[in-house]
């Protein structure tokens, strides 16, 4: 499957964005579609993921409640709607495709084999 991640850009502190995230390809062959982050000098984090076929989320503690992730199977698209955007989410977004069904692997970016070309998110304060 080929990922194409888009909708990053500058905001201010408190603002939206919205990210999209097309797939094509084999994309009944995944179970979870994530999204990760990596700001400068950092290491590559968990954002959140979302079950393609159930639709079940998960997201990690620092953005519950202010992220949702979504998909549209129709579409082959996953989404990634951020409000209350807050400096230190400044980072390159990257979108992920895994093919482990196992709950536990879903936030673990050594579990995706897919991944996105990455859209830079800036939040300015």
């Known amino acids: 499957v080929q990922l194409q991640a888009s909708g990053g850009g500058l905001v201010q502190a408190g603002g939206s964005l919205r990210l999209s995230c097309a797939a094509s390809g084999r994309t009944f062959s995944y179970y979870f579609m994530g999204w990760f982050r990596q700001a400068p000098g950092k290491e590559r984090e968990f954002v959140a993921t979302i079950g393609w076929d159930d639709g079940y989320p998960y997201y990690a503690d620092s953005v519950k409640g202010r992220f949702t992730i979504s998909r549209d199977n129709a579409k082959n698209t996953v989404y990634l709607q951020m409000n209350s955007l807050k400096p230190e989410d400044t980072a390159v977004y990257y979108c992920?495709?895994?093919?482990?069904?196992?709950?536990?692997?879903?936030?673990?970016?050594?579990?995706?084999?897919?991944w996105g070309q990455g859209t830079l998110v800036t939040v300015s304060s």
């Open positions: 992920a495709a895994s093919k482990y069904s196992q709950y536990y692997t879903r936030s673990s970016s050594t579990y995706y084999s897919e």
